[in-house]
């Protein structure tokens, strides 16, 4: 958000000839850089890693900070019990055999786990394809063809798009994710998004002239898409991506997401502008709103609510053929644990199959 305000002021206060117009623009975000690495030295250390440590008395802190509650609360002391029954699991594991090449393999080999991974790919693609950073990154230029007609106006909506985006993405986030769900906001937002791509698509396709209402409603739909997005894909893969995943692969797991996030996002600001002159301003848009209509089938039958659902029972959504999964019932399994049915069963660490499923071995 404050790049867009930092590009807007550099705009009208310094002369396009001048070298310090692009300096300052690469120079500001080292301030909120600096702020941040500052402030991670504030941060609690991972209770898993000071577990697996043998820190437990510190794990134990931890936990009670992160939960803002006193260390003797019971829920933390409970949380201590599965972090230490998780590490001795892939301890177990690790000698047995956890090098990286049978963590991958097993990543792919495993249907519970090949099911998680690609599902965690597929919301990476579906997040950036159906418009995802490259919308963000030629804002000013998409104001400009939503019939903004000057270059400053074009970067101070732009500074609106970015409050907006910023404060429906922390509020939803940080306060409403876990009170309607995942699935519910990243069905809703993909359908925000392909509303606004169509509307979009259609404005620019017929290309109105001095149609102020059309444009209106032009500008209009990129907040739409805005809104869409933050409420979205614009978070919720990457809190998927920490929540499915079990230790024993996390990692690989994780960082292998993360990295097709990267390469995604790299690849959609490159071809964006391609796609404008390649498919029309309009197709590219028909592009993003037809990724839109894919995620909203694909993920709506694949990914399965896991909101509440605890690390150690989150295999049992993935049981189900991909396109079940959405059927499966977060409250089914918590009410499970709660009623002592799965106490003292524990995924193996070596996640041996039996007839196609994974099978769960008493620990």
């Known amino acids: ?69 006193d260390v003797a609360d019971p829920a933390v002391i409970e949380d201590l019990q599965h972090i230490q029954k998780q590490i001795h699991t892939r301890a177990a594991d690790l000698e047995r055999g956890g090098s990286l090449k049978s963590i991958i393999r097993d990543t792919f080999t495993v249907p519970s786990y090949r099911s998680r991974i690609l599902l965690a790919w597929t919301m990476q693609a579906v997040a950036q394809w159906s418009g995802g950073q490259g919308i963000s990154f030629y804002m000013p230029q998409i104001f400009t063809y939503a019939g903004v007609s000057s270059s400053s106006q074009s970067l101070i909506s732009s500074g609106a798009y970015g409050v907006v985006k910023l404060v429906v993405t922390v509020v939803f986030a940080v306060a409403l994710i876990d009170v309607f769900g995942r699935r519910p906001c990243f069905l809703l937002g993909l359908a925000m998004e392909m509303v606004a791509h169509v509307y979009l698509a259609a ?127 977060p409250e089914a399994v918590v009410s499970e644990e709660e009623s002592g049915m799965e106490e003292g069963w524990e995924t193996a660490g070596t996640d041996t199959e039996k007839g196609g499923a994974v099978h769960q071995e008493k620990t």
Not at 46 to 67: C, D, F, H, I, V
Not at 284 to 293: D, E, K, L, Q, W
């Open 1 to 69: 958000m404050l790049g867009y305000f930092v590009n807007y002021g550099t705009d009208i206060h310094i002369s396009d000839s001048s070298r310090l117009q692009y300096r300052l623009v690469q120079a500001v975000p080292i301030i909120p850089t600096g702020i941040a690495w500052l402030a991670s030295f504030a941060l609690s250390e991972s209770p898993r890693w000071l577990a697996a440590k043998g820190k437990l008395t510190a794990a134990q802190e931890s936990l009670a900070r992160l939960r803002g509650c």
């Open 203 to 329: 404005y620019l396709a017929v290309d109105p002239v001095n149609n102020k209402s059309a444009s209106n409603a032009a500008i209009a739909a990129i907040f739409i898409y805005a809104i869409g997005w933050s409420v979205g894909l614009c978070t919720i893969e990457f809190i998927y991506a920490t929540e499915i995943f079990p230790t024993r692969i996390r990692s690989f797991a994780y960082s292998s997401t993360v990295s097709l996030h990267w390469f995604f996002q790299f690849a959609v600001v490159r071809v964006t502008p391609v796609m404008f002159v390649s498919l029309d301003v309009y197709g590219t848009f028909v592009f993003f709103a037809c990724i839109c209509a894919i995620g909203i089938v694909v993920l709506g039958l694949w990914a399965p609510e896991t909101k509440q659902v605890p690390l150690e029972q989150m295999g049992a959504l993935f049981e189900r053929k991909w396109y079940n999964c959405w059927k499966a019932k």
